[in-house]
Nanobody, 124 residues
Framework: QVHLMESGGGSVQAGGSLRLSCAAS????????MGWFRQAPGKEREGVAAIYTGGVSTYYADSVKGRFTISQDNAKNTVYLQMNSLKPEDTAMYYC?????????????????WGQGTQVTVSS
């Protein structure tokens, strides 16, 4: 069983930055892939970014490319999402996910483990 705990959410004005953290209860490199997702009220959960084992490969949704950066610190069992140039449309609950089944797409909802989420609110 893997427990994930997100933190770092909050309220910020447009153009501002936040860094989300996802602390895992086991070694982050034991998970083949870890991802960040978000869900705004009335919308489906969507993939934001993902990082594969060892940080060799990273993937981003088109809407956040160039603004968000995913990274990991295996020594701290933590995955980060640095969010810059935030926009009001980035407002959502952000979730961390781990353990993607083999062959699954990074943006799918097939991850085995999910955190409880952290709220990000961007005002204009």
């Amino acid at each position: 069983q893997v427990h994930l705990m997100e933190s770092g959410g909050g309220s910020v004005q447009a153009g501002g930055s936040l860094r989300l953290s996802c602390a895992a209860s086991v070694y982050t490199y034991s998970s083949n892939c870890m991802g960040w997702f978000r869900q705004a009220p009335g919308k489906e959960r969507e993939g934001v970014a993902a990082i594969y084992t060892g940080g060799v490969s990273t993937y981003y949704a088109d809407s956040v490319k160039g603004r968000f950066t995913i990274s990991q610190d295996n020594a701290k069992n933590t995955v980060y999402l640095q969010m810059n140039s935030l926009k009001p449309e980035d407002t959502a609950m952000y979730y961390c996910a781990a353990d993607l089944p083999y062959g699954g797409s990074w943006y799918s909802l097939l991850y085995k483990y999910w955190g409880q989420g952290t709220q990000v609110t961007v005002s204009s």
